[in-house]
């Protein structure tokens, strides 16, 4: 068992009142329509910077090794040499946590080289891969492997990758592997594992979408589509793409306006619910042309965009919709919520992505509900009141929460003297369907058993418990974990599933009949959390394999 994780208390007067003014502020929700905030740790000892749920309800979260050193000790007195580190050569410190969500409690990691703006998912049988980073991280990748007992932790693999991956982006495919998009410099993609030569693959797409002194082109938004290839938006576009035989299939139209909403004007984007085979796309906020350069070389911070643009990517003559926001928001997160609708948060009003550059913190979550008409999907949440702006997260937890964290727009861990703090404290949102008003209808799953593994293309029950009344259809969802960093969830994916009945069983005991995905291109295989839905009041997640 690794021992106590150490954490140093910041003493500064000015970070203490910093701290108490947040607090306080976070018993006094803002004006909005729904939902909840409360502090969970105030610190956890790094600033999140990338984050993954793991089927033990464990989340990993890391940020960067050469910040110098982190609030966490690591165990047993391990330090580590850090010859890249211009702040400290011997680092004591850790840059990697495993937060337990049940116990609410953080165990400190120990990565060996350099994870900043990495990209990651986890595989089938549930270990998170972790891809590329920084200076001696850039071609390195991760594993971790999920455990109980609190004594696993990373192991690296040298070399792992065939170039240097920084700001990329991954996802899992059908059969297994991840491949990896791009990255600063890189227009290429690759897989893990290596499996077929050559190991690396040309990709001009990524090269005809870099803006000359901004790039606008990285983390890009890759969704796997149900013909097994893949739809890749960056800057303003995209294509779909047959990655197996490294052809454009089809190329998309740009969205309207033409603005970027890639890294560094950073928008989000999020793959909508599946159901009856419809992929539609959404892609949300961003910052306008030139708002890098503006930002950085004069200071000036433009107002971001208050636009979503939408498309069915499977259409004969796909087009994009644009729709109004409630608020300008550049660095937001997109979460899917188990009833369906999109959670946006985290992140400014005005400036870009990248140190110092961001203001305006929007301190309003915003929920987007994709089955009502244009103009009134839109739904203002209540505020928190700590700024997640650059470098900050958004994971959904198997109870239905919103795990927050993260934001530190700063070269190293910086508390004082400067606009947005480093921020090490871990929040959750609790969205309005887990207010006490609606115990009576919020679903209890008690079969199948959790970590049960189902098949594609078969019939699937689940059995639930509900105080109060079951309102046919039942819906049932499913969702991939997603790997979330610098405004991109990757590998977040919803299913609605078919619906074949539900009934009644017994006193305030159901059973809803479903069928699982059909094949591995709708359903990537690995661990879901898997959600019964009565009257939009989702219940808490069973993780189930799906293989």
């Given at each position: 068992?690794a021992?106590?994780?150490?954490?140093?208390?910041?003493t500064d007067v000015?970070?203490l009142?910093?701290?108490a003014l947040?607090?306080l502020?976070?018993?006094?929700l803002a004006?909005g329509?729904g939902g909840s905030?409360k502090l969970?740790?105030?610190?956890v000892?790094?600033?999140?910077?990338?984050?993954q749920?793991?089927?033990?309800?464990?989340?990993?979260m890391y940020?960067?090794t050469?910040?110098?050193?982190?609030?966490?000790?690591?165990?047993?007195?391990a330090?580590?040499?850090?010859?890249?580190?211009?702040?400290?050569?011997?680092d004591?410190?850790a840059?990697?946590?495993?937060?337990?969500?049940?116990l609410?409690?953080?165990?400190?990691?120990t990565?060996?080289?350099?994870?900043?703006?990495s990209?990651g998912g986890?595989?089938?049988?549930?270990?998170?891969?972790?891809t590329?980073?920084d200076?001696?991280?850039e071609?390195?990748?991760r594993?971790?492997?999920?455990?109980?007992d609190g004594?696993?932790?990373?192991?690296e693999?040298?070399k792992g990758?065939?170039?240097?991956?920084?700001?990329?982006?991954?996802?899992?495919?059908?059969?297994?592997?991840q491949?990896?998009?791009g990255?600063?410099?890189q227009?290429?993609?690759e897989?893990?594992?290596?499996?077929?030569?050559?190991?690396l693959y040309?990709?001009?797409?990524?090269?005809?979408t870099?803006d000359r002194?901004?790039e606008?082109?990285?983390?890009?938004y890759?969704f796997l589509n149900?013909?097994?290839?893949l739809?890749?938006?960056?800057?303003?576009?995209?294509?779909?793409?047959?990655?197996?035989?490294?052809?454009?299939?089809?190329t998309?139209p740009?969205i309207?306006?033409?603005?970027?909403r890639s890294?560094?004007?950073t928008?989000?984007?999020?793959l909508?619910?599946?159901?009856?085979?419809?992929l539609?796309?959404?892609?949300c906020?961003?910052?306008p042309?030139?708002?890098y350069n503006?930002?950085?070389?004069?200071k000036?911070f433009?107002?971001?965009l208050?636009t979503?643009?939408?498309?069915n990517?499977n259409?004969?003559n796909?087009?994009w919709?644009?729709e109004?926001?409630?608020?300008?928001?550049?660095m937001?997160?997109m979460t899917l919520?188990?009833d369906?609708h999109?959670l946006l948060i985290n992140?400014?009003?005005?400036?870009?992505?990248a140190?110092?550059l961001?203001?305006?913190?929007?301190?309003n979550p915003?929920?987007?509900?994709p089955?009502?008409?244009?103009?009134?999907?839109?739904e203002?949440?209540n505020?928190?009141?700590i700024?997640?702006?650059?470098?900050?997260?958004?994971?959904?937890?198997?109870?239905?929460?919103?795990?927050?964290?993260g934001?530190?727009p700063h070269?190293?861990y910086?508390f004082?003297?400067?606009?947005?703090p480093t921020?090490l404290?871990?929040?959750a949102?609790s969205?309005s369907y887990l207010?006490s008003?609606?115990?009576s209808?919020r679903?209890?799953?008690i079969?199948p058993?959790?970590?049960?593994?189902?098949?594609?293309?078969?019939?699937?029950?689940?059995?639930?418990?509900v105080?109060g009344?079951?309102k046919?259809?039942?819906?049932?969802?499913?969702?991939y974990?997603?790997?979330?960093?610098h405004?991109?969830?990757m590998?977040?994916?919803?299913?609605v599933?078919?619906?074949?009945f539900?009934?009644?069983r017994?006193?305030r005991t159901?059973e809803?009949?479903?069928?699982?995905p059909?094949?591995?291109?709708?359903?990537?295989?690995g661990?879901?959390m898997v959600f019964?839905v009565?009257?939009?009041?989702p219940?808490?997640?069973?993780w189930?394999?799906?293989?």
């Amino acid at each position: 068992m690794a021992a106590k994780a150490t954490i140093q208390i910041f003493t500064d007067v000015n970070h203490l009142r910093y701290l108490a003014l947040f607090f306080l502020l976070s018993c006094h929700l803002a004006s909005g329509a729904g939902g909840s905030w409360k502090l969970l740790l105030s610190n956890v000892g790094i600033s999140a910077m990338h984050s993954q749920l793991l089927h033990n309800d464990r989340v990993i979260m890391y940020d960067r090794t050469n910040f110098g050193p982190s609030n966490i000790s690591l165990p047993n007195g391990a330090c580590r040499n850090s010859p890249n580190d211009i702040v400290s050569k011997t680092d004591c410190t850790a840059h990697s946590v495993e937060y337990d969500v049940a116990l609410n409690s953080i165990r400190p990691l120990t990565v060996q080289s350099n994870t900043w703006c990495s990209s990651g998912g986890v595989t089938p049988d549930g270990t998170l891969l972790q891809t590329g980073g920084d200076r001696d991280g850039e071609r390195k990748t991760r594993l971790f492997a999920p455990c109980d007992d609190g004594s696993c932790d990373w192991t690296e693999i040298d070399k792992g990758l065939n170039a240097r991956r920084w700001y990329a982006s991954n996802h899992v495919l059908p059969d297994g592997r991840q491949i990896i998009v791009g990255g600063q410099g890189q227009f290429n993609f690759e897989f893990f594992p290596k499996t077929n030569a050559p190991n690396l693959y040309s990709l001009p797409f990524l090269s005809q979408t870099n803006d000359r002194g901004e790039e606008n082109n990285l983390y890009p938004y890759v969704f796997l589509n149900t013909d097994g290839n893949l739809f890749i938006f960056a800057n303003n576009r995209a294509i779909l793409l047959n990655y197996a035989t490294n052809t454009v299939v089809k190329t998309y139209p740009e969205i309207p306006e033409g603005d970027p909403r890639s890294y560094p004007s950073t928008g989000s984007a999020v793959l909508l619910p599946i159901k009856n085979l419809v992929l539609e796309v959404l892609v949300c906020g961003g910052a306008p042309k030139g708002s890098y350069n503006l930002s950085f070389r004069k200071k000036t911070f433009v107002k971001a965009l208050d636009t979503c643009a939408r498309i069915n990517i499977n259409d004969a003559n796909p087009q994009w919709l644009v729709e109004k926001m409630p608020r300008a928001r550049v660095m937001g997160d997109m979460t899917l919520l188990p009833d369906g609708h999109v959670l946006l948060i985290n992140g400014g009003s005005s400036g870009t992505a990248a140190w110092e550059l961001g203001r305006e913190p929007a301190f309003n979550p915003d929920l987007y509900h994709p089955d009502k008409p244009v103009g009134s999907r839109f739904e203002v949440q209540n505020a928190n009141a700590i700024p997640r702006m650059y470098h900050s997260i958004a994971t959904l937890l198997r109870d239905g929460r919103v795990l927050v964290g993260g934001s530190n727009p700063h070269a190293f861990y910086n508390f004082t003297g400067v606009l947005f703090p480093t921020e090490l404290s871990l929040e959750a949102f609790s969205p309005s369907y887990l207010e006490s008003q609606y115990s009576s209808l919020r679903p209890r799953i008690i079969d199948p058993m959790p970590q049960t593994t189902i098949n594609y293309s078969r019939i699937l029950r689940l059995r639930f418990t509900v105080s109060g009344r079951v309102k046919s259809p039942v819906k049932v969802t499913m969702v991939y974990p997603s790997f979330t960093t610098h405004s991109f969830s990757m590998n977040q994916r919803l299913l609605v599933l078919d619906h074949v009945f539900s009934f009644r069983r017994g006193f305030r005991t159901y059973e809803v009949i479903v069928r699982t995905p059909s094949s591995a291109e709708l359903a990537p295989p690995g661990y879901y959390m898997v959600f019964v839905v009565n009257q939009d009041i989702p219940s808490e997640g069973v993780w189930l394999r799906l293989q």
